[in-house]
């Protein structure tokens, strides 16, 4: 029992560094693309806001143990889970396609726990529901909807500026912007990895009592989102500078600013969204409010096929890969 939950830990610890690896261009990609940060010092405020959130958040954590499967799980059924959303990730990396790895560890985990109880009823429909499958469509929206808002305000707001003093003051608050929302990447998606590691102890008797999260875990899974920050995406940062919509410091300010909102919102209700989503569609509404033909829609197509996908892929990958380990394990 105590190897497997071993696994379980350095498995999730490398989850966690893909995702920072993964999500680097969350934080960065617009500041870099618009000039306002070296690639280096991007990254390293990125690492440091993403270690830093990772610590001051449990509420996300919380969900992914309660609210989204009641079995009494065998340790291989969460190593299972955690292994199909590292091979999505994969997957998706190569292919330069910014994804989830918040839905897919999710849907992992849903579709682990299927194959594992041979039932739909051991999953919490409700809590799936209410803090995975609406946020997964409102967060994108509200990010649309909210970068392309205030987009249009700014653009009223700055008409008398001279566009040297544009140049000038908004690379400085996108250095603000980027902090804001490595933080709130941190408080969020580093919270998935602490509570799958809370889950595999519960589950294997290391851990009891009311849900907390171990100081260990804590300072484990902040340092691996920081080493895997720190490492970088440049695949993703590509797509996600460049490949959606071109960007003017203002709109990486207004895109970055309206997203880290958005993020902070959702994990104050405790709701594991996809930073990659918000991040993407506030980039989206900040190009349509110049224009709608300055979004690469081909590419936006893409890019939201891979977020309709994600959830019932890695279920079916979670179960192959529970089904595979239930035959050794």
């Known amino acids: 029992?105590?190897?497997?939950?071993?696994?379980?830990?350095?498995?999730?610890?490398?989850?966690?560094?893909?995702?920072?690896?993964?999500?680097?261009?969350?934080?960065?990609?617009?500041s870099v693309y618009t000039r306002a940060l070296s690639v280096g010092h991007a990254i390293l405020l990125a690492s440091s806001m993403n270690f830093i959130g990772a610590l001051v958040s449990k509420g996300v954590a919380q969900t992914i143990v309660e609210e989204i499967v009641s079995a009494d799980l065998k340790e291989y059924v969460i190593l299972a889970a955690i292994i199909g959303a590292i091979i999505w990730d994969i997957v998706t990396w190569w292919l330069a396609i910014p994804s989830s790895s918040s839905h897919a560890l999710i849907g992992s985990l849903v579709g682990a726990t299927i194959a594992y109880t041979m039932s739909t009823s051991n999953i919490l429909w409700s809590g799936v529901l209410n803090k995975v499958i609406i946020p997964l469509f409102t967060s994108p929206l509200m990010g649309l909807a909210i970068g392309f808002l205030i987009m249009k305000l700014f653009n009223q707001l700055l008409a008398t500026w001279s566009p040297s003093k544009v140049n000038k003051v908004f690379p400085k608050l996108q250095i603000f912007s980027a902090a804001f929302v490595a933080l709130t990447h941190g408080m969020n998606d580093a919270q998935k990895t602490m509570g799958i590691i809370t889950l595999a102890l519960i589950t294997g008797g290391?851990?009891?009592?009311?849900?907390?999260?171990?100081?260990?875990?804590?300072?484990a899974c902040a340092t691996m989102i920081m080493v895997g920050t720190a490492v970088g995406g440049r695949r993703i940062m590509k797509t996600m500078g460049a490949g959606v919509t071109r960007l003017n410091p203002v709109g990486g300010f207004v895109a970055q600013t309206s997203s880290a909102a958005i993020i902070a919102l959702m994990t104050h209700f405790h709701a594991p969204i996809s930073t990659t989503h918000v991040i993407t569609s506030s980039v989206m509404g900040v190009g349509a409010a110049r224009r709608a033909s300055a979004v690469k829609w081909g590419a936006a197509k893409d890019i939201i096929l891979t977020w309709i996908i994600t959830l019932p892929s890695t279920a079916a990958i979670g179960g192959l890969v529970c089904w595979v380990l239930g035959l050794f394990l």
Not at 4 to 30: K, M, P, Q, R
Not at 206 to 219: C, E, L, P, S
């Open 206 to 219: 290391y851990q009891t009592g009311d849900f907390h999260i171990q100081i260990w875990v804590k300072i």
């Open 1 to 30: 029992m105590l190897s497997i939950v071993i696994l379980v830990v350095l498995f999730a610890l490398g989850f966690e560094f893909l995702n920072g690896f993964n999500d680097t261009a969350n934080a960065i990609a617009t």
